[in-house]
């Protein structure tokens, strides 16, 4: 079960500026010096909340995933539409405010990242992947047909993402969006 970690203070403000530095430029675009930048501290402060740039990341993947995966909340709750709407509501909401989903952005790098926070970027996209398998499977889709619709339409959203933002065309997400709808079988009337 994910949790929202309750914090205060530096180290959420520190976790709110690498969050939109790695949405914005990705989990390599950025340095601790950046970061202590953008909040007004030293990196010896940074250093104090999160020893190495790998437990920053960790810490602010996990906080993301149980964040998102909590706004979206109970799969069965609204109907299919309803819940899928809603989780192209949330991507769109990040586009709309010039950024990227963070573990889209550091999925690109993976590569390039620490394992700890590779593994947390697996989760976020395992959690994404069950929670859309339940409203597929509640549209009446078996098993393997939930998880392949699934599967599409995050990485429909997260693809549509990326050309949207390189393209400076947001309507590119919209029209994706309609179009991974359509394919699962999924109608835009609430």
């Known amino acids: 079960?994910?949790?929202?970690?309750?914090?205060?203070?530096?180290?959420?403000?520190?976790?709110?500026?690498?969050?939109?530095?790695?949405?914005?430029?990705?989990?390599?675009?950025?340095?601790?010096?950046?970061?202590?930048?953008?909040?007004g501290i030293t990196t010896a402060s940074i250093h104090y909340h999160f020893p190495t740039k790998a437990n920053l990341g960790q810490q602010l993947v996990k906080r993301y995933t149980a964040e998102?995966?909590?706004?979206?909340?109970?799969?069965?709750?609204?109907?299919?539409?309803?819940?899928?709407l809603h989780y192209v509501g949330l991507f769109r909401a990040a586009l709309s405010d010039g950024r990227m989903c963070l573990?889209?952005?550091?999925?690109?790098?993976?590569?390039?990242?620490?394992?700890e926070v590779s593994a947390e970027v697996r989760e976020f996209f395992r959690a994404n992947e069950l929670w859309l398998m339940r409203v597929f499977e509640r549209a009446g889709a078996?098993?393997?047909?939930?998880?392949?619709?699934?599967?599409?339409?995050?990485?429909?959203?997260?693809?549509?993402?990326?050309?949207?933002?390189?393209?400076g065309d947001t309507g590119c997400f919209d029209d994706v969006t309609k179009t991974a709808l359509a394919i699962c079988g999924i109608s835009r009337r609430r």
């Not at 995966?69 to 309803?82: E, N, T």
């Not at 392949?148 to 995050?154: I, N, S």
């Open 68 to 84: 998102f995966i909590g706004a979206l909340g109970d799969p069965q709750a609204s109907s299919p539409s309803q819940g899928l």
């Open 103 to 115: 573990c889209g952005m550091i999925g690109a790098e993976v590569d390039g990242v620490p394992a």
């Open 142 to 167: 078996h098993t393997a047909a939930a998880r392949g619709k699934a599967r599409l339409f995050v990485s429909a959203l997260e693809g549509a993402m990326l050309i949207a933002r390189a393209s």
């Open 1 to 39: 079960m994910l949790t929202v970690v309750k914090m205060n203070g530096t180290k959420k403000e520190l976790l709110d500026a690498a969050s939109l530095l790695v949405q914005t430029r990705g989990y390599n675009g950025f340095s601790f010096h950046d970061l202590g930048a953008a909040v």
